[in-house]
C-alpha cells in the first residue's frame, strides 16, 4: 500500500493510538473494535497505525491488513474536507450516475474514490442513498442533492470551491 500524503513517522502522532492499545492488551477478539477507535481518532487507518496494532496484538500484519481491507467501514486513506458520494443504486444508474462521477472527476481533478492532494475532497460511489424518487443524487456532507444534471453539478462544486 502507498503511504497517504499526510503521513510520515514524522507528522504521524502515535499518542492516542498507545492510549488504545493499553485499553485492549491482553484482550481477546479485539481486532475490530481496535480498528474502529484507531479509524474514530485518525479519520482512516494510517499504514502506520496498522503496524503498531500488528506488533502490539501478535496478530500477523497481513491479518490485520486483511481485516482493514474486508471491511467497508475502514478506510485505508484520509477523507478530504469535503466527502461527495455518488449513488450507484439500480434507479440513479439508470438515471446517469455514471456521468455525474464523471463530472465530479473533471471537476475536482481526481478518480472515483480518491481524495484530493489539498485533502479538500473525496470523491465515492455508493449503493442506494435511499431516495431512488429523485435519481439521480449525490451527498456532499449532510446535504442531498437530487434529479441531478450535468449543470446542476457543476453549480454545487462551484460552491463548494469557494
Ligand atoms: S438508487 Fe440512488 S437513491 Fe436509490
Known sequence: ME??????????????????????????????PLLQETQKIYGYLPRLALVQISEATNTDISQ???????YAQFRLAPVGKHLIRVCHGTACHVSGATRITEVCEEEFDIKDGETSKDLKFTLESVACLGCCSLAPVMTVDDNTYGRLTDREVRKVVEKLKK
Open 64 to 70: 490485520v491488513y486483511g481485516v482493514a481491507t474486508f
Open 3 to 32: 503511504a497517504s500524503p499526510v503521513e510520515n513517522l514524522d507528522t504521524f502522532d502515535k499518542r492516542p493510538l498507545l492510549k488504545i492499545l493499553k485499553k485492549y492488551a491482553k484482550k481477546k477478539g479485539i481486532l475490530i
